[in-house]
């Protein structure tokens, strides 16, 4: 019994939740509108929900209109913009009405924005692109930003306004930084092709972090130059030292092994019948265990320059490694003594270490993600 109450509690709970009443108590009125539309389109008699519309829906237009009235009175740069958004929010909730006909029974006439709408939409968009004007006259990158912003956003509302599009695209020039990340000069010959896979990757990376739409652009020199830019506000340098590749070492480890094997053996009890007993054998084997191993590691440089400025604005060091390591080995004995791990050194073989351009990559990796990981967050600051 109370099992049933509780759950008719939960379900009361739940239809005031979908009826938008909780919102509407709260001075949600587009919320509890959207919910009681909502609750109506499945259940047309819903006494809660076409409550809910038809108290919340003069109360949402009384104070929408207030929004506006005090807008339009207001001193605030961007009062069509809020005027705009309030008059959209108003048309959402025709619509909500409109497209379900026991919603329209209770409101027949939802009040929709039309012409008056485009009027709006003219002068909020103009009043973005004054704010465009205003910001880009000034000298700073952040104000070039913020120019930015306004522009697109004059553009978005009216499409193609006034000359928003190509104001957007001087804004954007003055607002990115750009930069240069230099080839990385290596520490032999033998590494020159893994070092300009590693740059390569690290520029796309890069690229990836902060696409061309972004405020911060990344450049090899080539492209700086096929884009004329003599001026970079910043250059990466990024240099490997220290790079070594290790001599091969050689250890071997010998243990013996033992294990009790449990199995059901037949015991002879009769001249016919035999019975099953439980017998434990101990079973022993010997393993050696032999491992080869080359380790590598080093330095990357790293360096972030104010090119213009000739200072210096980050200096930092990632370090790598990485050992390449076999194992193989050789067993004498009952089998049933391993273990899976030693099984399988067992099925490995002895091989030759990489070559050192191999071991040049692999140390690489790790530091190509903690390299890309400093470069993001020292460059988000800019985006």
Same mark, same amino acid.
């Given at each position: 019994m109370k099992n049933f109450i509780y759950l008719l509690i939960l379900a009361f709970a739940i239809s005031a939740c979908s009826s938008g009443k909780k919102a509407l108590e709260e001075g949600n009125y587009l919320e509890a509108i959207e919910k009681a539309v909502n609750r109506l389109s499945n259940d047309a008699g819903n006494k809660k929900a076409r409550q809910v519309l038809?108290? =919340?829906?003069? +109360?949402? +237009?009384?104070?929408y209109q207030e929004e506006i009235d005090q807008a339009l009175s207001s001193n605030d740069r961007f009062k069509w913009g809020i005027t705009l958004g309030v008059m959209e929010r108003v048309n959402r909730v025709s619509d909500l009405i409109r497209k379900v006909p026991a919603a329209r029974k209770i409101i027949p006439s939802p009040k929709t924005y039309t012409s008056e709408l485009n009027d709006v939409r003219e002068r909020a968009a103009e009043e973005r692109y004054q704010a465009g004007l205003v910001s880009i006259e000034r000298p =700073? &990158?952040?104000d070039a930003k913020?120019?930015?912003f306004h522009f697109r956003e004059a553009d978005r509302l009216v499409p193609s306004y006034k000359d928003a599009l190509g104001k957007m695209q001087i804004a954007k020039q003055r607002a990115t930084i750009k930069v240069v990340i230099e080839p990385i000069p290596v520490p032999s010959k033998r590494y020159e092709l893994s070092a300009e896979f590693f740059y390569n990757q690290v520029i796309e990376r890069m690229n990836q972090k902060f696409p061309s739409q972004s405020f911060v652009n990344f450049y090899t020199p080539e492209e700086a130059e096929r884009a004329e830019l003599k001026y970079p506000d910043m250059v990466v340098m990024l240099e490997f030292y220290d790079f070594f590749v290790g001599n091969l070492n050689h250890f071997e480890e010998e243990?013996?092994?033992?294990?009790d094997i449990t199995k059901e053996v037949p015991v002879k009890v009769g001249k016919d019948s035999v019975r099953y007993e439980t017998q434990t054998f101990r079973k022993q084997g010997k393993i050696r265990v032999i491992t080869?191993?080359?380790a590598s590691g080093g330095l990357l440089n790293v360096k972030i320059e104010d090119f213009q400025a000739e200072k210096l604005l980050q200096e930092d060091r990632v370090p790598g490694e990485f050992v390449w390591r076999n194992q193989y080995g050789i067993f004498v004995g009952d089998e049933e003594v391993l273990t899976e791990?030693?099984?399988?050194?067992? /099925? /490995?073989?002895?091989?030759?270490p990489p070559p050192p351009q191999d071991m040049f990559i692999e140390f690489t990796r790790p530091i190509y993600t903690r390299l890309t990981d400093r470069l993001? &967050?020292?460059?988000?600051?800019?985006?």
């Open positions: 038809s108290e =919340g829906y003069p +109360m949402a +237009m009384e104070y =700073g &990158r952040e913020d120019a930015y243990e013996i092994l033992t294990r080869d191993e080359v791990h030693q099984i399988h050194i067992l /099925n /490995n073989s002895a091989v030759p993001t &967050r020292f460059f988000k600051r800019y985006d």
